[in-house]
């Protein structure tokens, strides 16, 4: 039993100068760590600069075919000099104001008056909203007047561009007084309408893609001034803004169909 003691004994010191020298053993650094912390365990002077994008930023990693990839913001500020960033958005957003403002304006199945109001008349004058040049009102569920008393030289002019608003309207003159009899909301109209939503949005699209394409062309034109990396992010960028906006557009019309088909 003593003799077990005194070899525990001479063990413990070589065992705290093993520990002790392992803790002083240089540390591996993970993969991914900093170009600064890995630079720090190279021998003076052999250290390497690693270039850095400030204005860069990647969201995600990369992912394998068929899934989505990372996603890339810049500082819209830092490359005013080659592009507008903001400026191309405002146009994008732009786009998507049109197609929100023809499917309200002529996707409209409701029967009650205000459904005339925002119907656009060409007179010789400019164009102007139904409900300046003539009072609108509901007289029945099933027919609407509109009394062009105000401006009775404007009444042809009102006629045809209801006639033209595709909301299965055929208005009839009495005087200066329009008659427009509400018909029953078929489901081949709402169907005609829903072909006609498709069209706006695929309208909307080709605009989008315009100004995509138009938004490239201006970056590609400072190849000789702007490194090949910051081109090839822009250009990512600009059609990542083109993707999201036509998701959107996508939503939109799906929101329609369905709100035109119940």
Known sequence: MALAV???????????SFLAGAARSPQ?????????????????????????????????????????????????????DVINLE?????????????????SKN??????????????????DGKFPLNQLGQISQKSPQLIIVNMASFPEST?????????SRMNLNPEADGIIIRVPVP???????ESLVKLAKQYTNK??????????NAISCVKKTESTVSKDTIHLLEKQIQQMTDDTMAEMDKLLAAKTKDLLV
Not at 87 to 103: I, K, P, T, Y
Not at 111 to 120: E, M, P, Q, V, Y
Not at 204 to 210: H, I, Q, V, Y
């Open 6 to 16: 005194r070899c525990i004994r001479q063990l413990h010191p070589l065992l705290h």
């Open 28 to 80: 591996q650094v993970p993969a991914g760590c900093s170009a600064l912390l890995l630079n720090a365990s190279r021998p003076h002077g052999v250290c390497q600069t690693v270039p850095t994008r400030p204005v860069v930023t990647k969201k995600g990693k990369a992912k394998g075919k068929g899934q989505s990839q990372a996603r890339v913001t810049i500082d819209a500020a830092s490359v005013e």
């Open 87 to 103: 400026e191309v958005n405002a146009e994008m957003l732009s786009v998507m104001e049109v197609l929100r403002e023809d499917f």
């Open 107 to 124: 996707l409209s199945i409701r029967t009650s008056a205000g459904a005339l109001d925002h119907i656009i008349v060409t007179t010789k």
């Open 156 to 164: 042809a002019a009102a006629i045809r561009a209801i006639k033209e």
């Open 184 to 190: 029953k909301v078929t489901r081949e109209h709402r």
């Open 204 to 213: 909307a699209k080709d605009s989008l893609r315009w100004v995509r394409n």
